[in-house]
């Protein structure tokens, strides 16, 4: 069974920064792409940026020039690090990761952002 834990949530306020981390239970090189994505109550989860295994990165339009999405193959994580972050940015974080071997792709239990105004 494939864990994903994240970890780095927290109270920050409004132009502060955080960094997320999600450590894999398996070898993130077996994902082809990892990515985070957030939640708030009441709307749809929505992804925030993905990493490919080769380091292609993508990000949501209001994250681009805030956010950035990294890989340590070594650690078996992956790391958004989230600068200028505003009280819009606050939401449930989640990691997902999606192997050839499943599927279905593999989620963590979330960690909670809250940015203050």
Known sequence: ?????????????????LRLSCATSRSISSFYDM???????????????????????????????RFTISRDNAQNTVFLQMDSLR?????V????????YSSSPYWGQGTQV???S
């Open 93 to 100: 974080y989640y990691c997902n990761a999606r192997s050839v």
């Open 114 to 116: 809250t940015v203050s």
């Open 35 to 65: 990515a985070w994505y957030r939640q708030v109550p009441g709307k749809q989860r929505e992804l925030v940026a993905r990493i490919t295994d080769r380091g292609r990165t993508t990000y949501a339009n209001s994250m681009k020039g």
């Open 1 to 17: 069974q494939v864990q994903l834990v994240e970890s780095g949530g927290g109270l920050v306020q409004a132009g502060g920064s």
């Open 87 to 91: 009280p819009e940015d606050t939401a």
